[in-house]
Nanobody, 121 residues
Framework: QVQLVESGGGLVQAGGSLRLSCAASGSIFSINAMGWYRQAPGKQRELVAAITSGGSTNYADSVKGRFTISRDNAKNTVYLQMNSLKPEDTAVYYC???????????????WGQGTQVTVSS
């Protein structure tokens, strides 16, 4: 069993900042890429940012220069620092990880439960 738990969402005014955290726990052998996705009402879930185990990063064009993804491999935790937030960043943010489990040494996709980010204008 693998669990991903997000924290750090909330309500913030436009121009403000939030930091999201996602901690993975359970029968983890290793974690490859981790990412943050978001889903706004009436829209499809979209990739916001991703990071490999080696630290290479990838961002959606809409957040480049404003958001920073990072990870602490020792803590199995990924972070998303969000600055200069805009009302269009309002969404539920989900953490995702490509996790190799101890028992079978196979890799699967695991998701957190989501955390709400609301940016007021």
């Amino acid at each position: 069993q693998v669990q991903l738990v997000e924290s750090g969402g909330g309500l913030v005014q436009a121009g403000g900042s939030l930091r999201l955290s996602c901690a993975a726990s359970g029968s983890i052998f290793s974690i490859n890429a981790m990412g943050w996705y978001r889903q706004a009402p009436g829209k499809q879930r979209e990739l916001v940012a991703a990071i490999t185990s080696g630290g290479s990063t990838n961002y959606a064009d809409s957040v480049k220069g404003r958001f920073t993804i990072s990870r602490d491999n020792a803590k199995n935790t990924v972070y998303l620092q969000m600055n200069s937030l805009k009302p269009e960043d309002t969404a539920v943010y989900y953490c995702q990880g490509h996790v190799v489990v101890v028992t079978t040494r196979t890799m699967g996709d695991y998701w957190g439960q989501g955390t709400q980010v609301t940016v007021s204008s």
